[in-house]
């Protein structure tokens, strides 16, 4: 299943963004989902992740502590919720489906099969 990240724009640092991601030919039911972010010449990396049931998450050290990422059921979508940002979160995000049935660990750049659209989040100091 292919997600679709949405809710980019430009802010200002210590702005709160809240993302959102839907499924495009299937459904969320018993995946993992990974928010990924790729900034200008530098490689994709994993923000944030949330296991199969939202039971367990990680965050990259970066975003810890100001990025929340949930999920009310293994069935729903996914919303990070992005506050105090920094003009080094500035980037195109992604969302993308890991493994199913598994834990937030389990997600990685490498899991995705297929990318959907970013959007653009610009931070501006």
């Known amino acids: 299943v292919q997600l679709q990240a949405s809710g980019g724009g430009l802010v200002q640092a210590g702005d709160s963004l809240r993302l959102s991601c839907v499924a495009s030919?299937?459904?969320?039911?018993?995946?993992?989902v990974g928010w990924f972010r790729q900034a200008p010449g530098k490689e994709r990396e994993v923000v944030a992740a949330i296991g199969w049931s939202g039971g367990t998450t990680n965050y990259a050290d970066s975003v810890k502590g100001r990025f929340t990422i949930s999920r009310d059921n293994a069935n729903t979508p996914v919303y990070p919720q992005m506050n105090t940002l920094k003009p080094e979160d500035t980037a195109v995000y992604y969302c993308g489906t890991g493994p199913r049935w598994e834990r937030s660990s389990a997600v990685a750049v490498g899991t995705v099969s297929s990318w959907g659209p970013g959007t653009l989040v610009t931070v501006s100091s």
């Open positions: 030919g299937g459904t969320f039911s018993g995946y993992t």
